[in-house]
């Protein structure tokens, strides 16, 4: 008996089948892999963002805080150094407060500026 019509793919079809599936996953992954980029960068944007409203905050708090600081602050797990400048107006009436947070080996990941009224 011999049988001619036999079903099934063939060598050629498999393999431009797995080249597809090759490729398709590949752009998966990486697609996958920047979002897990992106989402650890808006954490680490977010955790400084927290750590500049403290010092904002300790600033508005306390009037011998209107002063040039620095500092280092535990966050998340993350560590950040943040630098606070005071600029006051002429009038001597009002401060730019201007913060700035740092880590390590990202300069400025985040940056808060405000304004204090000074009675």
């Known amino acids: ?4 019509h ?4 063939t060598l050629i079809e498999v393999l431009v089948a797995l080249a597809i599936l090759g490729f398709t ?3 998966a992954l990486k697609i996958f ?13 977010t955790m400084a963002s927290f750590v500049a409203e403290n010092v904002l905050v300790q600033t508005f708090s306390f009037e011998d805080e209107l002063n040039y600081a620095t500092g280092i602050e535990f966050q998340g797990g ?3 150094q943040w630098e606070r400048k005071v600029l006051f ?6 401060a730019q407060i201007d913060i700035s947070i ?5 300069e ?12």
């Open 1 to 4: 008996m011999n049988n001619d």
């Open 6 to 9: 036999t079903s099934g793919f």
């Open 25 to 27: 996953l590949s752009a």
């Open 33 to 45: 892999s920047s979002n897990a980029l992106a989402v650890s960068l808006l954490e680490q944007r």
């Open 78 to 80: 993350f560590e950040y």
């Open 89 to 94: 107006e002429e009038d001597g009436k009002s």
């Open 102 to 106: 740092s880590t390590q080996g990202i």
């Open 108 to 119: 400025d990941v985040y940056r808060l500026i405000s304004y204090k009224v000074i009675q």
